[in-house]
Structure formats: C-alpha cells, structure tokens
C-alpha cells in the first residue's frame, strides 16, 4: 500500500428495539461511556482534497507505449460517477472512493489483457496543506448479533471509531468511522469472520490529520 500526497451521506439512525442481545447492551454501554458525540457529515467533499481517495495503476508488460494501452483500456468504459480513469505515459491509472469499485475495474480490464496486466500498488492519495490529512470512511456494517463482538474487536483493531449499534429485525447494525488505510482489505477480513453472512458499506466520510503513516505505507 502507498500513501500519494495531492494538492458523505450516513444512514438516519433508527430507535434500538424493544429486545437486544447481550453482545449488543454491552457495545452500546461502552460507547456511551466514552460520550462519543454522533454528528451528520455531508457527502460534499472540499475541492482541496480529492474526490477519489484510491487509486492504482495498471501498466502492460508487452507495451513500449503504456499511453497507447491507457487510452485503449479507457474505451472499455462507459462514463460514470464513481470512477475516474486517467491515462498517461505510466498507464491506466484508476481512481475511486473504496477499494471494491477499484478491484471491480481491475476484473474488466484484466478480462482483455489477462496475464500481460501489470497492476501496482493500491495508493491513499493524501492531503498535503499546512498539515497532512488523510481520508477517514464512514463505514456501516450489518450482520447477526452472534457476529457483532468479532466485528466490533476487528474494527478496534483498525482504529475505527465506534459510533452506534441498533437492533431491528433480528439484525444488528454497527455504524463507526476509521482511516481508509486500515480498512484496505475489509471486505475479505468481513467475510472470514462471518463466513458470509454480514453486509457492509463504506463512503468517504472526511479528511484529518495524519498522527503516523499505515504499516508499510509512505508517500508517494
């Protein structure tokens, strides 16, 4: 993983039920008591720091000129919102909100150009002002209450920021926020502690500071 230095809307909460798991109470309890404040965070971004978050460029292994393969792998592509191809004398360059849009764009162009796909690393394109900022996701994550301690202790891991837990349906939903770079990789992480079952999704939420750089991650 690289860290790239570059010059959301969350769910309306709903009241807990009337019955909760044990596991729930006890997660709900903790949060309270660290007088965690749940604000709203609009899913306009600021023009200084970008829209897309992630990015990873793919190169071909047989082509002299990566421009000419950049240019061809964009056509495989109808336009859209929540991607942003760029082609340049490095390659494709693919940039998008979470690591799933990314890997979903890698599979179109890797359908084409299998084995003679170069990919890079995934890059955290950073915020580089006065201080350096990096993206925070919201992240929402809905699974059976037997699961909800296992998530929520992975997330800890993670440093994410526990926001709220409620129970519908038999249903728990756990709603935190953490830097997108301890969340690479969540969706695989989800689904082996979960065998499956959980769904979860995951925007960008806002920029802060960054206290240290990610495991093996530096700017780029």
């Known amino acids: 993983m690289h860290l790239k230095p570059v010059i959301s809307s969350s769910p309306t909460h ?10 729930v109470l006890r997660l709900q309890k903790a949060i309270s008591r660290a007088h965690l404040n749940v604000t709203a965070v609009p899913h306009a971004r600021r023009a200084s720091h970008p829209e897309y978050p992630l990015e990873r460029t793919c190169s071909l292994l047989s082509e002299p000129f990566q421009l000419t393969f950049a240019r061809n792998a964009k056509l495989l592509f109808c336009e859209r919102d929540d991607l942003e191809l760029v082609a340049s004398h490095q390659g494709l360059t693919v940039r998008a909100e979470t690591e799933d849009v990314i890997d979903a764009a890698v599979v179109v162009v890797k359908d084409l150009y299998g084995q003679a796909l170069r990919l890079g690393p995934l890059t955290i394109r950073l915020h580089q002002g006065v201080t350096v900022e990096q993206p925070w996701m919201g992240l929402r994550v809905r699974c059976i209450p037997d699961h909800l301690e296992e998530i929520n202790a992975d997330l800890i891991a993670r440093n994410a920021r526990v926001i709220g837990c ?3 349906s038999g249903l728990c939903t756990l709603q935190a926020s953490a830097p997108l770079g301890d969340l690479l990789g969540y969706r695989a992480a989800l689904v082996k502690l979960t065998l499956g079952s959980a769904q979860h999704a995951m925007w960008l939420s806002h ?12 700017a780029a």
């Open 207 to 218: 920029y802060a500071p960054v206290e240290e750089l990610p495991p093996d991650g530096h």
């Open 166 to 168: 409620e129970v519908q």
């Open 14 to 23: 709903q009241r807990v039920g009337a019955i909760k798991s044990a596991s």
